[in-house]
């Protein structure tokens, strides 16, 4: 096997670097920096943080991924898929909490990347993808209700759960500000038509600007004070905070680390999809376990200095390539532009009203909602729409790490069912038909199964799935011959529940006088049968090569 090699896209790119290349970056790192800024602002607060620890988290995540990443073009940072996890641990666990999972989420993705095993994440089934990345959608416009529009609960605690929120958003719903749903519709249509105007310019970056604007002239000239702003609900602090390494406990981690599973898994996912959406544009091949190191280098360092869980958005990666990004060399100057801003711009972020950024994660959250894709696997196979409504519901209805746990499980009983149900068994019990084995005309005599004796042909793996269905065939048959042929030629593979159930029949066959003979064991299933020691239980003189070998080894079993 090949050892693994630890690749940063940056460096190869380095090599041929010339001022063309970094021009194109330059203003690719700029844009891209800019069209973060609004997001990282509004996935922070969504997720139970101040708005400085979003942006915090998008500089330094998303220096470290561009820096050692496997991907040229990937863009990390924080990004809606994590809302709901973070603000769940943040809630349960506290901001300690978070950073202790953040971290071990880290750990995880650097260890599934040095055991190669970034290509396992691509086996994930789709509709569970599908099922919690709509869930989390539909989360995460609940969590801006209240901000879309101006509710007030009284001194009443948000639950956390989805229901909850509900049952207390009707509760209070006559408490609304029409001026908070005004900015949260403006911003969402602003959004929506920006696109058709204004190509390099994100319509969220407009939104806020244009709504922080109209805010400002209303409380100083109109005297309007309803509308909340940033300011109204977080102290901003824009410098970079000092490293403080939390305190690592036996029982935190062991109560943390279903989280970070979650969190690793989540940012494995993400990051992965992003980097191969991105090769199918740029025609470019990321080198996934790298990626995966970056990704949890990020992790293991970013929530250090206060930040949240990051991984590759599609969004930004996406924008970095239409505006020209050709290098990781982009990825950096867009942390760069941030941290400018953070240093020097975000005391102005206190201006810009909440109901604006609820519309922006309004349109973040219908964008990842793949409506139409949900709807399109509802065409699909029972067992796929089952996975993707228990998926989606599940995401909803409690949390994401259930969500991915069950519909993790649920998805592998039913490849299990499927693997099984392509395994088929069969009975010759008079002749077999040269012709009908292969694709073409043997011209040779039928081969007559001789009496007292029945042939099993298994066709497809013999593992737990069908190992029951082995024996209950021979049931069926009631009857007892003095040998049984099982062809195996067809069975690519045998497990350890297969290799036991066959030396049970092997023992029950021979309480009862009846000999096993193997015919065509493939040089795989036969080194594994052979290092179980069945053959010694066999015997060697019963193991066959093809069947008219098993038939002959029949009939002198039948004469003595």
């Known amino acids: 096997m090949k050892a693994f090699e630890f690749k940063p896209k940056l460096l190869v790119a380095l090599k041929n670097y010339s001022k063309q290349l970094f021009m194109a970056d330059l203003m690719s790192g700029i844009i891209v920096g800019i069209v973060a800024l609004p997001l990282a602002i509004a996935f ?29 073009v990937q863009i990390g940072g924080p990004t809606g898929a994590f809302i709901v996890i973070v603000y769940a641990v943040i809630q349960q666990y506290g901001e300690a909490g978070l950073i202790i999972a953040t ?11 040095a055991f190669k095993l970034g290509a396992i994440i691509k086996f994930m089934p789709y509709p569970i993808i599908v099922g919690f990345t709509s869930g989390i959608a539909v989360t995460i416009f609940t969590t801006q209700i209240a901000d879309i529009f101006g509710l007030t609960f009284g001194g009443e605690k948000l639950p956390g759960d989805f229901v909850g929120k509900w049952l207390i958003y009707f509760k209070h719903f006559d408490s609304i500000n029409w001026w908070n749903t005004i900015m949260s519709v403006a911003s969402i249509g602003i959004i929506a038509i ?38 109204d609900r977080f102290s901003i602090s824009s410098q970079l905070p000092n490293a403080q390494v939390p305190v690592l406990t036996w029982e935190s981690m062991k109560g943390l680390f279903p989280v970070a599973i979650t969190i690793a898994v989540l940012g494995a996912i993400e990051s992965l999809l992003s980097a191969t959406v991105a090769d199918g544009v740029t025609g470019d091949k990321h080198d996934s376990n790298t990626e995966l190191i970056a990704q949890g280098a990020a992790n293991i360092i970013t929530p250090l200095f206060g930040g949240i869980p990051a991984t590759g958005a599609i969004a930004r990666t996406m924008t970095n390539i239409n505006n020209g990004g050709k290098t990781p060399v982009a990825g950096i100057i867009h942390a760069i532009v941030l941290l400018l801003i953070l240093l020097f711009l975000m005391p102005l972020a206190q201006y810009i009203p909440m109901a604006c950024l609820a519309g922006v994660l309004v349109v973040v959250s219908y964008n990842m909602s793949e409506w139409r894709t949900f709807r399109a696997l509802m065409k699909n196979p029972k067992s796929d729409i089952a996975v993707l409504l228990i998926t989606f519901f599940l995401t909803v209805i409690f949390d994401l790490t259930i969500a991915i746990e069950v519909g993790l499980v649920i998805a592998c009983l039913l490849f299990m069912r499927r693997v099984a149900e392509t395994t088929e068994i069969s009975v010759i019990t008079d002749e ?3 012709n009908m084995e292969l694709d073409i005309a043997v011209r040779e005599d039928h081969l007559t199964i001789p009496s007292q004796v029945e042939v099993y042909e298994i066709d497809g793996p013999y593992f737990f799935g069908i190992a029951n269905k082995f024996e209950e065939q021979m049931v069926q048959m009631g009857d007892r011959p003095k040998v049984r042929i099982i062809r195996m030629r067809k069975v690519p593979f045998i497990d350890s529940t297969g290799i036991h159930n066959l030396t049970n029949l092997c023992r ?4 009862e006088k009846i000999t096993i003979v193997l015919s065509g064991v493939n040089e795989k299933v036969y080194k594994v049968l052979e290092k179980s020691g069945f053959y010694e239980l066999l015997g060697e003189e019963n193991i066959c090569d093809n069947i008219n070998t098993a038939i002959e080894r029949a009939n002198d079993i039948i004469r003595k």
């Open 44 to 72: 922070g607060i969504a997720s139970g943080v101040s708005p400085e620890k979003g942006i915090i988290t998008a500089i330094i995540a998303g220096f470290i991924i561009s820096l050692i990443g496997g991907s040229k």
């Open 432 to 434: 077999i038909d040269p």
């Open 194 to 231: 920006t696109p058709k105007f204004l190509k390099k310019i994100p319509g969220s970056l407009i939104a806020i600007i244009l709504i922080t604007i109209v805010t400002y002239i209303l409380k100083i000239y109109g005297g309007i004070d309803a509308i909340d702003t940033i300011g």
């Open 508 to 511: 029950m066959s021979k309480k």
């Open 103 to 113: 971290i071990m989420a880290g750990v995880l993705l650097i260890l599934l990347g």
